[in-house]
């Protein structure tokens, strides 16, 4: 990113040390670290969360393609899980199908 050698950190050093003195360069030196690792860490964790968007976003665009080309031409193992996938993605959608028929059964054994 920079481009900073040894003579110029020796530099910064020494510009350091004159305008803050001795007892507050390594404070200054912890703070200013302190933002660079932060700075890394939200760099980082955009760069992670962009990268797993995009895979997502291709995995979508795969789904689309496979379903415009009917699923003939795919092996029967990305067929499965092709069909696990539309499985989760509905059950993602209705969560809470599932619960209330078993409620409504035994209501009904209830009656009975």
Known sequence: MFDIGFWELILISVVGLV???????????????????????????VKDELSQELKIQELQENLKKA???????????LRESVEE??????????PYAKK???TSTTTSQKQE
């Open 100 to 102: 209330s028929e078993p």
């Open 85 to 94: 996938l539309k499985q989760a993605a509905s059950d993602v959608q209705r």
């Open 67 to 77: 379903e415009q080309m009917g699923m003939k031409d795919l092996s029967p193992e």
């Open 19 to 45: 305008v803050l003195g001795p007892e507050r360069l390594p404070v200054a030196i912890r703070s200013v670290s302190r933002w660079v690792g932060a700075a890394r860490n939200m760099a980082n964790s």
